[in-house]
């Protein structure tokens, strides 16, 4: 019998404008109840990073293909729920997380204090240790859109493996 593994890498990103009168939910924690991410769903740019990661990961369509955004079904809907179910698209295909890793630019609040929150958040969704998930922050300097506090973005890379055992011969 023959086990070969083969691993695959996904990138995403994601981007959302910020504005008052909405919550800012990262990795599905709430940040702020007062200044947050428009958008149709919750505007979780965390999970909709790691979404178009595992996506890329395996080869599926994209978050707004699976998930379109003129889509009534989907209009606040829990960011959680959409990653469950690209997981289970990725699991059907007998490939598993191994990994994520998470840059999340935002200008403020300063996420040094929710960074754990989201850690183990994020590797509870994913059915992952908290040691299989990286939740960095960073701002932009200032500069552009995030540096301005007009915007937050994510970026996430996510590792996938997939076991097959052959028979000898
Ligand atoms: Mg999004």
């Known amino acids: 019998m023959t086990k070969t593994t083969i691993h695959r890498v996904g990138i995403g990103t994601d981007l959302h404008r910020l504005a008052d009168g909405r919550r800012l939910i990262l990795g599905h924690v709430l940040i702020d109840p007062d200044r947050g991410a428009i958008g149709h769903s919750d505007g979780d740019v965390v999970l909709h990073a790691i979404i178009d990661a595992l996506a890329g990961a ?8 699976m998930f379109p955004d003129t889509d009534p079904a989907y209009r606040d809907a829990d960011s959680a729920v959409l990653l469950s179910r690209a997981l289970a698209v990725v699991a059907e295909r007998g490939l598993r997380v191994v990994n994520v890793d998470v840059t999340i630019h935002l200008e403020r609040p300063k996420l040094m204090p929710h960074k754990v929150a989201i850690r183990d958040e994020v590797a509870r969704l994913l059915a992952l240790a908290p040691d299989e998930v990286s939740i960095k922050a960073k701002t932009n300097e200032g500069v552009d859109a995030v540096g301005r506090g007009e915007a937050v973005a994510c970026t996430a890379v996510v590792g996938l493996r997939w076991d097959a055992v052959e028979p000898a011969g």
């Open 58 to 65: 395996a080869a599926l369509p994209d978050i707004g293909e």
